[in-house]
Protein backbone atom coordinates (compact mmCIF):
# COMPACT_ATOMS: atom_id res chain seq x y z
CA UNK A 1 0.00 0.00 0.00
CA UNK A 2 1.62 3.13 -0.76
CA UNK A 3 1.30 5.96 1.77
CA UNK A 4 2.61 8.84 0.07
CA UNK A 5 -1.02 10.37 -0.32
CA UNK A 6 -1.88 9.63 3.41
CA UNK A 7 0.71 12.57 4.36
CA UNK A 8 -0.71 15.77 3.55
CA UNK A 9 -3.45 16.82 5.56
CA UNK A 10 -6.79 17.73 3.73
CA UNK A 11 -6.97 21.22 4.65
CA UNK A 12 -5.01 23.72 5.46
CA UNK A 13 -4.90 25.33 8.75
CA UNK A 14 -8.60 24.29 9.01
CA UNK A 15 -10.08 27.67 7.37
CA UNK A 16 -13.99 28.04 7.24
CA UNK A 17 -14.33 31.84 6.45
CA UNK A 18 -15.09 31.26 2.82
CA UNK A 19 -18.40 29.43 3.46
CA UNK A 20 -20.49 31.17 4.59
CA UNK A 21 -23.58 28.48 4.92
CA UNK A 22 -21.28 26.51 7.59
CA UNK A 23 -21.46 26.96 11.07
CA UNK A 24 -18.31 27.30 12.34
CA UNK A 25 -16.77 23.90 13.47
CA UNK A 26 -16.70 24.48 17.02
CA UNK A 27 -19.34 24.96 19.02
CA UNK A 28 -21.34 22.82 16.39
CA UNK A 29 -23.80 20.35 17.80
CA UNK A 30 -22.44 16.44 17.18
CA UNK A 31 -24.61 13.43 17.43
CA UNK A 32 -23.14 9.80 18.80
CA UNK A 33 -25.34 6.97 18.18
CA UNK A 34 -24.22 3.80 20.70
CA UNK A 35 -22.81 4.00 24.35
CA UNK A 36 -20.11 2.10 24.32
CA UNK A 37 -16.71 2.35 24.61
CA UNK A 38 -15.87 4.24 21.41
CA UNK A 39 -19.22 6.68 21.72
CA UNK A 40 -17.99 7.50 25.43
CA UNK A 41 -14.44 8.30 24.39
CA UNK A 42 -15.38 10.01 21.39
CA UNK A 43 -18.09 12.45 23.28
CA UNK A 44 -15.62 12.94 26.12
CA UNK A 45 -13.17 14.25 23.07
CA UNK A 46 -16.08 16.54 21.70
CA UNK A 47 -16.85 18.58 24.67
CA UNK A 48 -12.98 18.76 25.46
CA UNK A 49 -13.04 20.42 22.00
CA UNK A 50 -15.81 22.65 22.23
CA UNK A 51 -18.92 20.94 20.78
CA UNK A 52 -22.22 20.36 21.81
CA UNK A 53 -22.55 16.53 22.27
CA UNK A 54 -25.91 14.35 21.89
CA UNK A 55 -26.10 11.14 22.41
CA UNK A 56 -28.05 8.84 21.27
CA UNK A 57 -28.78 5.93 22.90
CA UNK A 58 -31.81 2.74 23.36
CA UNK A 59 -31.56 2.85 27.24
CA UNK A 60 -30.40 6.57 27.88
CA UNK A 61 -31.72 6.51 31.63
CA UNK A 62 -29.20 4.03 32.32
CA UNK A 63 -26.00 4.91 30.55
CA UNK A 64 -26.69 8.68 31.28
CA UNK A 65 -23.50 8.66 34.15
CA UNK A 66 -21.21 7.06 31.89
CA UNK A 67 -20.80 10.31 30.14
CA UNK A 68 -19.56 13.79 30.79
CA UNK A 69 -22.63 16.28 32.49
CA UNK A 70 -21.82 18.21 29.56
CA UNK A 71 -23.04 15.93 26.78
CA UNK A 72 -26.86 15.36 26.72
CA UNK A 73 -27.64 11.85 26.73
CA UNK A 74 -31.13 10.77 25.35
CA UNK A 75 -33.01 8.32 22.87
CA UNK A 76 -31.93 8.14 19.36
CA UNK A 77 -34.56 10.11 17.20
CA UNK A 78 -34.37 12.48 19.92
CA UNK A 79 -31.16 12.80 19.78
CA UNK A 80 -30.66 13.18 15.70
CA UNK A 81 -32.92 15.93 15.57
CA UNK A 82 -30.89 17.89 17.37
CA UNK A 83 -27.96 17.70 14.96
CA UNK A 84 -26.45 17.06 11.28
CA UNK A 85 -23.48 15.47 12.11
CA UNK A 86 -24.16 11.89 13.81
CA UNK A 87 -21.26 9.44 14.47
CA UNK A 88 -22.62 5.96 13.99
CA UNK A 89 -20.59 4.54 17.11
CA UNK A 90 -22.20 0.92 16.26
CA UNK A 91 -21.22 -2.10 15.23
CA UNK A 92 -22.02 -3.09 11.64
CA UNK A 93 -24.21 -5.82 12.51
CA UNK A 94 -26.48 -3.43 14.51
CA UNK A 95 -26.63 -0.97 11.67
CA UNK A 96 -30.06 -2.07 10.51
CA UNK A 97 -31.69 -1.81 14.12
CA UNK A 98 -31.37 1.69 13.28
CA UNK A 99 -33.77 1.84 10.17
CA UNK A 100 -36.66 3.51 12.31
CA UNK A 101 -34.15 6.57 12.06
CA UNK A 102 -34.02 7.11 8.42
CA UNK A 103 -36.69 9.74 7.89
CA UNK A 104 -35.12 11.96 10.72
CA UNK A 105 -31.60 10.87 9.54
CA UNK A 106 -32.17 12.26 5.76
CA UNK A 107 -30.53 14.73 4.57
CA UNK A 108 -27.22 14.49 7.47
CA UNK A 109 -23.84 13.71 7.18
CA UNK A 110 -23.69 9.92 9.36
CA UNK A 111 -19.80 9.44 10.30
CA UNK A 112 -18.96 5.62 9.90
CA UNK A 113 -16.20 4.61 12.79
CA UNK A 114 -16.47 1.37 12.50
CA UNK A 115 -13.69 -1.48 12.11
CA UNK A 116 -13.94 -5.18 10.79
CA UNK A 117 -12.88 -8.03 12.39
CA UNK A 118 -11.23 -10.33 9.70
CA UNK A 119 -9.84 -8.35 6.16
CA UNK A 120 -12.79 -8.32 3.69
CA UNK A 121 -15.07 -10.72 5.58
CA UNK A 122 -18.20 -8.55 3.89
CA UNK A 123 -18.47 -7.79 0.09
CA UNK A 124 -19.02 -4.27 0.47
CA UNK A 125 -17.21 -2.03 3.22
CA UNK A 126 -19.15 -0.97 6.30
CA UNK A 127 -19.76 2.71 5.48
CA UNK A 128 -21.00 1.36 1.88
CA UNK A 129 -23.44 -0.50 3.68
CA UNK A 130 -24.64 2.33 5.49
CA UNK A 131 -25.15 4.39 3.06
CA UNK A 132 -27.06 1.48 0.98
CA UNK A 133 -29.32 1.28 4.06
CA UNK A 134 -29.63 5.40 4.18
CA UNK A 135 -29.79 6.40 0.54
CA UNK A 136 -31.26 10.21 1.87
CA UNK A 137 -28.18 10.71 4.14
CA UNK A 138 -25.01 11.06 3.24
CA UNK A 139 -21.95 8.20 4.63
CA UNK A 140 -18.62 9.58 5.58
CA UNK A 141 -15.92 6.88 6.90
CA UNK A 142 -13.82 8.04 8.87
CA UNK A 143 -12.23 7.68 12.74
CA UNK A 144 -11.68 3.85 12.47
CA UNK A 145 -7.97 3.90 12.69
CA UNK A 146 -8.04 5.84 16.04
CA UNK A 147 -8.87 3.91 19.08
CA UNK A 148 -11.29 5.11 21.76
CA UNK A 149 -7.89 5.16 24.15
CA UNK A 150 -6.42 7.62 21.76
CA UNK A 151 -9.22 9.50 21.68
CA UNK A 152 -9.31 10.22 25.52
CA UNK A 153 -5.85 9.90 26.13
CA UNK A 154 -5.11 12.64 23.54
CA UNK A 155 -3.73 12.54 19.72
CA UNK A 156 0.01 13.61 21.14
CA UNK A 157 0.80 9.99 21.59
CA UNK A 158 0.36 7.56 18.80
CA UNK A 159 -1.05 8.19 15.57
CA UNK A 160 -3.05 11.67 14.78
CA UNK A 161 -3.93 11.14 11.95
CA UNK A 162 -7.76 10.44 10.21
CA UNK A 163 -8.31 8.60 7.17
CA UNK A 164 -11.41 10.06 5.53
CA UNK A 165 -13.30 9.40 2.43
CA UNK A 166 -16.70 10.12 1.10
CA UNK A 167 -18.51 10.60 -2.40
CA UNK A 168 -19.85 13.86 -1.39
CA UNK A 169 -17.01 16.21 -0.96
CA UNK A 170 -18.74 19.08 1.01
CA UNK A 171 -19.55 16.62 3.49
CA UNK A 172 -16.01 15.36 3.69
CA UNK A 173 -14.84 18.73 4.51
CA UNK A 174 -17.36 19.27 7.21
CA UNK A 175 -15.95 15.73 9.13
CA UNK A 176 -12.19 16.93 8.56
CA UNK A 177 -12.97 19.88 10.10
CA UNK A 178 -14.49 18.59 13.29
CA UNK A 179 -11.62 16.29 13.64
CA UNK A 180 -9.23 19.16 13.02
CA UNK A 181 -10.48 20.77 15.76
CA UNK A 182 -10.14 17.53 17.76
CA UNK A 183 -6.46 18.00 17.58
CA UNK A 184 -6.01 15.24 14.42
CA UNK A 185 -5.03 15.42 10.96
CA UNK A 186 -7.10 14.50 8.72
CA UNK A 187 -6.21 12.59 4.94
CA UNK A 188 -8.17 12.61 2.42
CA UNK A 189 -8.50 9.47 1.19
CA UNK A 190 -10.70 9.82 -2.31
CA UNK A 191 -14.13 8.75 -2.45
CA UNK A 192 -16.54 5.86 -0.68
CA UNK A 193 -14.79 2.98 -2.78
CA UNK A 194 -11.71 2.96 -0.52
CA UNK A 195 -13.72 2.69 2.68
CA UNK A 196 -12.43 -0.65 2.18
CA UNK A 197 -8.64 -0.06 2.55
CA UNK A 198 -9.20 2.17 5.25
CA UNK A 199 -11.63 -0.40 7.27
CA UNK A 200 -8.44 -3.09 6.79
CA UNK A 201 -5.94 -0.70 8.18
CA UNK A 202 -6.51 -1.37 12.11
CA UNK A 203 -6.11 -5.04 10.92
CA UNK A 204 -2.95 -4.88 9.38
CA UNK A 205 -1.60 -4.33 12.58
CA UNK A 206 -2.22 -7.03 14.11
CA UNK A 207 -1.49 -10.12 11.32
CA UNK A 208 2.27 -8.08 11.77
CA UNK A 209 2.68 -9.78 14.89
CA UNK A 210 0.81 -13.24 14.37
CA UNK A 211 3.68 -15.38 12.95
CA UNK A 212 6.31 -13.52 14.72
CA UNK A 213 4.93 -14.36 17.97
CA UNK A 214 4.13 -17.81 17.13
CA UNK A 215 7.57 -18.08 15.88
CA UNK A 216 9.07 -16.83 19.51
CA UNK A 217 6.59 -19.10 20.93
CA UNK A 218 7.32 -22.04 19.15
CA UNK A 219 10.67 -21.18 19.85
CA UNK A 220 10.31 -21.15 23.50
CA UNK A 221 8.66 -24.57 23.83
CA UNK A 222 10.87 -26.29 21.86
CA UNK A 223 14.56 -24.74 24.22
CA UNK A 224 12.10 -25.69 27.27
CA UNK A 225 11.08 -29.07 26.20
CA UNK A 226 14.95 -29.50 25.80
CA UNK A 227 16.40 -27.61 28.67
CA UNK A 228 13.61 -29.49 30.86
CA UNK A 229 14.93 -33.06 29.77
CA UNK A 230 18.20 -31.69 30.32
CA UNK A 231 18.56 -30.03 33.36
CA UNK A 232 15.50 -31.84 34.91
CA UNK A 233 14.29 -35.30 33.61
CA UNK A 234 18.01 -36.32 32.88
CA UNK A 235 19.36 -35.72 36.70
CA UNK A 236 16.04 -37.64 38.07
CA UNK A 237 16.61 -40.63 35.74
CA UNK A 238 19.68 -40.96 36.25
CA UNK A 239 20.27 -40.09 39.71
CA UNK A 240 17.12 -40.39 41.55
CA UNK A 241 17.27 -36.20 42.18
CA UNK A 242 14.04 -34.13 42.64
CA UNK A 243 15.05 -30.98 40.62
CA UNK A 244 11.72 -29.38 39.93
CA UNK A 245 12.45 -26.25 41.72
CA UNK A 246 14.50 -25.81 38.72
CA UNK A 247 11.84 -25.08 36.26
CA UNK A 248 10.39 -21.72 37.23
CA UNK A 249 13.81 -19.72 37.10
CA UNK A 250 16.49 -21.82 35.68
CA UNK A 251 15.40 -23.97 33.24
CA UNK A 252 13.32 -20.21 31.76
CA UNK A 253 16.45 -18.28 32.06
CA UNK A 254 18.50 -20.74 29.88
CA UNK A 255 15.28 -20.88 27.51
CA UNK A 256 15.13 -17.08 27.19
CA UNK A 257 18.55 -16.11 25.85
CA UNK A 258 18.46 -19.30 23.42
CA UNK A 259 14.88 -18.19 21.87
CA UNK A 260 16.15 -14.00 21.35
CA UNK A 261 19.61 -15.78 20.35
CA UNK A 262 17.83 -17.50 17.44
CA UNK A 263 14.88 -15.14 16.26
CA UNK A 264 17.74 -12.39 16.23
CA UNK A 265 19.62 -14.57 13.67
CA UNK A 266 16.09 -14.86 11.93
CA UNK A 267 16.42 -11.33 10.99
CA UNK A 268 19.55 -11.67 9.77
CA UNK A 269 18.43 -14.50 7.99
CA UNK A 270 15.78 -13.53 5.16
CA UNK A 271 18.42 -10.98 3.72
CA UNK A 272 20.83 -13.95 3.43
CA UNK A 273 18.30 -15.20 1.63
CA UNK A 274 17.43 -12.81 -0.73
CA UNK A 275 20.93 -11.96 -2.21
CA UNK A 276 20.83 -15.68 -2.44
CA UNK A 277 18.05 -15.26 -4.96
CA UNK A 278 19.30 -12.37 -6.53
CA UNK A 279 22.82 -13.59 -7.05
CA UNK A 280 21.33 -16.94 -8.31
CA UNK A 281 19.11 -15.63 -10.81
CA UNK A 282 21.08 -12.46 -11.26
CA UNK A 283 18.37 -10.03 -11.10
CA UNK A 284 16.39 -7.97 -8.38
CA UNK A 285 13.18 -7.52 -10.69
CA UNK A 286 12.26 -11.12 -10.02
CA UNK A 287 9.69 -11.70 -7.11
CA UNK A 288 10.76 -13.27 -4.22
CA UNK A 289 8.68 -16.34 -3.17
CA UNK A 290 5.45 -14.90 -0.73
CA UNK A 291 7.47 -16.61 1.89
CA UNK A 292 10.27 -15.02 1.80
CA UNK A 293 8.59 -11.87 1.10
CA UNK A 294 6.39 -12.20 4.00
CA UNK A 295 9.75 -13.05 6.24
CA UNK A 296 11.11 -9.50 5.06
CA UNK A 297 8.18 -7.74 5.95
CA UNK A 298 8.31 -9.46 9.72
CA UNK A 299 11.69 -8.60 10.69
CA UNK A 300 11.49 -5.93 12.56
CA UNK A 301 9.07 -7.33 15.10
CA UNK A 302 11.35 -10.54 15.22
CA UNK A 303 13.97 -8.30 16.08
CA UNK A 304 11.72 -6.53 18.56
CA UNK A 305 10.82 -9.95 20.10
CA UNK A 306 14.02 -11.20 20.12
CA UNK A 307 15.21 -7.75 22.20
CA UNK A 308 11.88 -8.30 24.64
CA UNK A 309 13.53 -12.06 25.34
CA UNK A 310 16.64 -10.81 26.06
CA UNK A 311 15.72 -8.39 28.34
CA UNK A 312 13.24 -10.81 29.92
CA UNK A 313 16.32 -13.07 30.40
CA UNK A 314 18.56 -9.78 31.98
CA UNK A 315 15.95 -8.66 34.40
CA UNK A 316 15.97 -12.45 35.41
CA UNK A 317 19.48 -12.98 35.95
CA UNK A 318 19.79 -9.61 37.48
CA UNK A 319 17.02 -10.86 40.16
CA UNK A 320 18.53 -14.17 40.80
CA UNK A 321 21.47 -14.71 43.52
CA UNK A 322 24.69 -14.08 41.32
CA UNK A 323 27.82 -16.50 41.70
CA UNK A 324 30.63 -15.36 41.71
CA UNK A 325 31.87 -16.87 38.48
CA UNK A 326 29.46 -15.18 36.72
CA UNK A 327 30.66 -11.54 37.13
CA UNK A 328 32.19 -12.38 34.48
CA UNK A 329 29.65 -13.36 32.28
CA UNK A 330 27.82 -10.51 33.31
CA UNK A 331 29.99 -7.51 32.54
CA UNK A 332 30.19 -9.28 29.30
CA UNK A 333 26.67 -9.88 28.30
CA UNK A 334 26.00 -5.86 29.44
CA UNK A 335 28.23 -5.15 26.64
CA UNK A 336 26.83 -7.65 24.59
CA UNK A 337 23.49 -5.42 25.31
CA UNK A 338 24.39 -2.19 23.86
CA UNK A 339 25.40 -3.06 20.71
CA UNK A 340 22.49 -4.14 18.70
CA UNK A 341 21.87 -5.24 15.60
CA UNK A 342 24.41 -7.54 13.92
CA UNK A 343 26.99 -6.93 16.20
CA UNK A 344 25.04 -8.33 18.73
CA UNK A 345 24.92 -11.47 16.86
CA UNK A 346 28.52 -11.56 15.94
CA UNK A 347 29.38 -10.75 19.40
CA UNK A 348 27.19 -13.24 20.99
CA UNK A 349 28.06 -15.71 18.78
CA UNK A 350 31.67 -15.22 19.62
CA UNK A 351 31.09 -15.34 23.52
CA UNK A 352 29.01 -18.26 23.05
CA UNK A 353 31.58 -19.73 21.12
CA UNK A 354 34.39 -19.84 23.47
CA UNK A 355 31.90 -20.16 26.68
CA UNK A 356 30.11 -23.28 24.50
CA UNK A 357 33.50 -24.67 23.00
CA UNK A 358 35.02 -26.61 25.86
CA UNK A 359 31.69 -28.17 26.54
CA UNK A 360 30.64 -28.96 23.44
CA UNK A 361 33.51 -31.62 24.24
CA UNK A 362 32.58 -32.51 27.47
CA UNK A 363 30.85 -35.75 27.69
CA UNK A 364 29.38 -35.08 30.92
CA UNK A 365 27.32 -32.17 29.26
CA UNK A 366 25.83 -34.48 27.17
CA UNK A 367 22.33 -35.56 28.55
CA UNK A 368 21.38 -38.60 26.97
CA UNK A 369 23.43 -37.51 24.12
CA UNK A 370 22.05 -33.98 23.66
CA UNK A 371 24.38 -31.76 22.72
CA UNK A 372 24.37 -28.95 25.68
CA UNK A 373 21.80 -25.77 24.55
CA UNK A 374 24.29 -23.34 23.30
CA UNK A 375 25.79 -25.31 20.53
CA UNK A 376 22.84 -26.20 19.37
CA UNK A 377 21.84 -22.19 19.73
CA UNK A 378 25.30 -21.83 17.62
CA UNK A 379 23.75 -23.57 14.08
CA UNK A 380 21.20 -20.84 12.82
CA UNK A 381 23.47 -17.59 13.79
CA UNK A 382 26.46 -19.72 12.50
CA UNK A 383 24.51 -20.10 8.95
CA UNK A 384 24.29 -16.25 9.06
CA UNK A 385 27.24 -14.98 9.80
CA UNK A 386 29.40 -17.24 7.35
CA UNK A 387 26.41 -16.26 4.69
CA UNK A 388 27.15 -12.51 5.37
CA UNK A 389 31.35 -12.57 5.31
CA UNK A 390 30.86 -15.21 2.14
CA UNK A 391 28.47 -11.96 0.32
CA UNK A 392 31.17 -9.77 1.70
CA UNK A 393 33.86 -11.14 -0.49
CA UNK A 394 34.32 -8.87 -3.09
CA UNK A 395 33.51 -10.32 -5.85
CA UNK A 396 30.46 -11.61 -4.86
CA UNK A 397 29.33 -8.14 -3.21
CA UNK A 398 30.38 -6.43 -6.01
CA UNK A 399 27.94 -8.81 -8.04
CA UNK A 400 25.10 -8.45 -5.48
CA UNK A 401 25.77 -4.45 -5.27
CA UNK A 402 24.93 -4.02 -9.31
CA UNK A 403 21.74 -6.44 -9.22
CA UNK A 404 20.56 -3.98 -6.35
CA UNK A 405 20.97 -1.05 -8.99
CA UNK A 406 18.86 -3.18 -11.47
CA UNK A 407 21.86 -4.89 -13.49
CA UNK A 408 20.39 -8.00 -14.40
CA UNK A 409 22.21 -10.79 -15.80
CA UNK A 410 19.59 -12.11 -18.62
CA UNK A 411 20.29 -8.25 -20.32
CA UNK A 412 24.04 -9.12 -19.62
CA UNK A 413 23.95 -12.49 -21.78
CA UNK A 414 21.62 -11.12 -23.97
CA UNK A 415 24.00 -8.12 -25.18
CA UNK A 416 27.09 -9.75 -24.91
CA UNK A 417 27.86 -10.37 -28.37
CA UNK A 418 28.63 -6.81 -29.60
CA UNK A 419 26.06 -5.86 -32.52
CA UNK A 420 26.63 -4.57 -35.55
CA UNK A 421 26.25 -0.73 -33.98
CA UNK A 422 28.56 -1.33 -31.42
CA UNK A 423 25.90 -0.06 -28.89
CA UNK A 424 26.00 -2.27 -26.64
CA UNK A 425 29.14 -3.47 -25.99
CA UNK A 426 29.00 -4.58 -22.60
CA UNK A 427 26.39 -5.52 -19.83
CA UNK A 428 27.65 -1.92 -17.69
CA UNK A 429 25.72 -0.05 -20.20
CA UNK A 430 21.75 -2.09 -18.93
CA UNK A 431 22.37 -0.91 -15.42
CA UNK A 432 20.47 2.21 -14.54
CA UNK A 433 21.83 3.58 -11.06
C1 LIG B 1 9.20 -7.00 1.78
C2 LIG B 1 10.34 -7.08 0.79
C3 LIG B 1 10.13 -7.71 -0.44
C4 LIG B 1 11.15 -7.79 -1.38
N1 LIG B 1 10.89 -8.42 -2.57
C5 LIG B 1 11.90 -8.58 -3.46
C6 LIG B 1 11.68 -9.31 -4.67
O1 LIG B 1 10.57 -9.79 -4.92
N2 LIG B 1 12.73 -9.50 -5.52
C7 LIG B 1 13.97 -9.00 -5.25
O2 LIG B 1 14.87 -9.25 -6.05
N3 LIG B 1 14.21 -8.27 -4.12
C8 LIG B 1 13.21 -8.04 -3.23
N4 LIG B 1 13.43 -7.29 -2.09
C9 LIG B 1 14.86 -7.20 -1.72
C10 LIG B 1 15.42 -5.82 -1.49
O3 LIG B 1 15.40 -5.06 -2.67
C11 LIG B 1 16.85 -5.95 -0.95
O4 LIG B 1 17.70 -6.33 -2.03
C12 LIG B 1 17.05 -6.98 0.11
O5 LIG B 1 16.02 -6.95 1.06
C13 LIG B 1 18.34 -6.71 0.82
O6 LIG B 1 18.45 -7.57 1.93
P1 LIG B 1 18.65 -6.97 3.37
O7 LIG B 1 17.48 -6.11 3.66
O8 LIG B 1 19.02 -8.06 4.27
O9 LIG B 1 19.92 -6.08 3.08
P2 LIG B 1 20.76 -5.32 4.13
O10 LIG B 1 21.28 -6.26 5.15
O11 LIG B 1 19.99 -4.13 4.54
O12 LIG B 1 21.91 -4.92 3.17
C14 LIG B 1 22.91 -5.84 2.75
C15 LIG B 1 23.97 -5.09 1.99
O13 LIG B 1 23.47 -4.70 0.72
C16 LIG B 1 23.49 -3.30 0.57
N5 LIG B 1 22.26 -2.89 -0.11
C17 LIG B 1 20.99 -3.21 0.24
N6 LIG B 1 20.11 -2.71 -0.61
C18 LIG B 1 20.84 -2.02 -1.53
C19 LIG B 1 20.50 -1.27 -2.69
N7 LIG B 1 19.22 -1.13 -3.08
N8 LIG B 1 21.50 -0.71 -3.40
C20 LIG B 1 22.78 -0.85 -3.02
N9 LIG B 1 23.16 -1.56 -1.95
C21 LIG B 1 22.21 -2.14 -1.22
C22 LIG B 1 23.58 -2.74 1.97
O14 LIG B 1 24.27 -1.51 1.99
C23 LIG B 1 24.39 -3.81 2.68
O15 LIG B 1 25.74 -3.65 2.52
C24 LIG B 1 12.44 -7.23 -1.10
C25 LIG B 1 12.63 -6.59 0.13
C26 LIG B 1 11.61 -6.51 1.08
C27 LIG B 1 11.85 -5.81 2.40
N1 LIG C 1 -13.57 0.55 20.74
C1 LIG C 1 -12.69 1.03 19.90
O1 LIG C 1 -11.54 1.28 20.28
C2 LIG C 1 -13.05 1.31 18.47
C3 LIG C 1 -14.33 1.06 18.00
N2 LIG C 1 -14.65 1.36 16.69
C4 LIG C 1 -15.98 1.10 16.16
O2 LIG C 1 -16.94 1.76 16.94
C5 LIG C 1 -18.15 1.02 16.93
C6 LIG C 1 -18.61 0.81 18.37
O3 LIG C 1 -17.58 0.14 19.07
P1 LIG C 1 -17.59 0.04 20.66
O4 LIG C 1 -18.00 1.34 21.23
O5 LIG C 1 -16.27 -0.50 21.04
O6 LIG C 1 -18.71 -1.06 20.90
P2 LIG C 1 -19.67 -1.28 22.16
O7 LIG C 1 -20.18 -2.66 22.09
O8 LIG C 1 -18.97 -0.85 23.39
O9 LIG C 1 -20.86 -0.25 21.88
C7 LIG C 1 -21.81 -0.48 20.89
C8 LIG C 1 -23.02 0.38 21.19
O10 LIG C 1 -23.93 0.23 20.12
C9 LIG C 1 -25.22 0.61 20.60
N3 LIG C 1 -26.25 -0.14 19.86
C10 LIG C 1 -27.18 0.43 19.05
N4 LIG C 1 -27.97 -0.51 18.53
C11 LIG C 1 -27.59 -1.70 19.06
C12 LIG C 1 -28.08 -3.03 18.93
N5 LIG C 1 -29.09 -3.36 18.13
N6 LIG C 1 -27.46 -3.99 19.63
C13 LIG C 1 -26.39 -3.71 20.43
N7 LIG C 1 -25.91 -2.47 20.58
C14 LIG C 1 -26.49 -1.46 19.91
C15 LIG C 1 -25.22 0.33 22.09
O11 LIG C 1 -25.57 1.55 22.73
P3 LIG C 1 -27.04 1.71 23.39
O12 LIG C 1 -27.30 0.49 24.21
O13 LIG C 1 -26.90 2.95 24.19
O14 LIG C 1 -27.97 1.88 22.22
C16 LIG C 1 -23.78 -0.03 22.42
O15 LIG C 1 -23.30 0.66 23.53
C17 LIG C 1 -17.87 -0.28 16.19
O16 LIG C 1 -18.32 -0.19 14.88
C18 LIG C 1 -16.37 -0.36 16.21
O17 LIG C 1 -15.88 -1.07 15.11
C19 LIG C 1 -13.72 1.91 15.86
C20 LIG C 1 -12.45 2.17 16.28
C21 LIG C 1 -12.00 1.87 17.59
C1 LIG D 1 22.40 -7.59 31.58
C2 LIG D 1 22.25 -8.55 30.70
C3 LIG D 1 22.50 -10.03 30.96
C4 LIG D 1 22.80 -10.71 32.12
C5 LIG D 1 22.96 -10.14 33.51
C6 LIG D 1 22.93 -12.09 31.78
C7 LIG D 1 23.24 -13.11 32.68
C8 LIG D 1 23.32 -14.43 32.35
C9 LIG D 1 23.55 -15.52 33.29
C10 LIG D 1 23.70 -15.37 34.77
C11 LIG D 1 23.56 -16.67 32.58
C12 LIG D 1 23.74 -18.08 33.11
C13 LIG D 1 22.38 -18.76 33.18
C14 LIG D 1 22.49 -20.21 33.52
O1 LIG D 1 23.44 -20.86 33.08
O2 LIG D 1 21.58 -20.70 34.22
C15 LIG D 1 23.36 -16.34 31.20
C16 LIG D 1 23.34 -17.26 30.18
C17 LIG D 1 23.19 -16.94 28.85
N1 LIG D 1 23.00 -15.67 28.32
FE1 LIG D 1 22.83 -13.98 29.38
N2 LIG D 1 22.71 -12.23 30.44
C18 LIG D 1 22.45 -10.99 29.90
C19 LIG D 1 22.16 -10.68 28.58
C20 LIG D 1 22.22 -11.60 27.54
C21 LIG D 1 22.01 -11.28 26.15
C22 LIG D 1 21.68 -9.90 25.60
C23 LIG D 1 22.18 -12.43 25.43
C24 LIG D 1 22.10 -12.62 23.94
C25 LIG D 1 20.96 -12.75 23.31
C26 LIG D 1 22.48 -13.48 26.37
C27 LIG D 1 22.71 -14.80 26.04
C28 LIG D 1 22.91 -15.81 26.95
C29 LIG D 1 23.08 -17.19 26.58
C30 LIG D 1 23.04 -17.77 25.17
C31 LIG D 1 23.23 -17.90 27.78
C32 LIG D 1 23.43 -19.38 27.92
C33 LIG D 1 22.20 -20.14 28.31
C34 LIG D 1 22.57 -21.59 28.57
O3 LIG D 1 23.01 -21.89 29.69
O4 LIG D 1 22.44 -22.41 27.66
N3 LIG D 1 22.51 -12.94 27.64
N4 LIG D 1 23.22 -14.98 31.10
CU1 LIG E 1 -1.84 2.96 0.29
FE1 LIG F 1 -14.33 -4.64 3.74
Known amino acids: MSRGDMAKPLLGHGSTEGDPGV ?40 KASLFPSAAEVTFQAEAVK ?23 LAGKI ?53 LICSNNQEAKRTVAEIAQVMGFTPVDMGCMSSACEIENIPLRLLPAWKIPIFL ?42 CVSYVLLSLVYLPGVLAACSQLYYGTKYR ?88 TLTLLVPCTVIIAKVIFSLPCIRHRLLRIRRGWEKGRYVKFVLPSATGEYSSGETSSNV
Not at 40 to 48: E, K, P, T
Not at 226 to 238: G, S
Open 287 to 374: RFPDWLDQWLQHRKQIGLLSFFCAALHAVYSLCLPMRRSHRYLLIETAVKQSSLGFIALVVSTLHTLTYGWSRAFDENQYKFYLPPTY
Open 216 to 257: ALGLFLCFFTYNLIRQVIHPFIREQKNKLYKIPIEVVNTTLP
Open 23 to 62: TPASGRTIGVLGSGDFARSLAIRLVCSGFKVVVGSRNPKR
Open 110 to 162: LVDVSNNTEINHHKESNAEYLASLFPASTVVKGFNVVSAWTLQSGARDGNKQV
Open 82 to 104: KTDVIFVAVFREHYSTLCDLADV
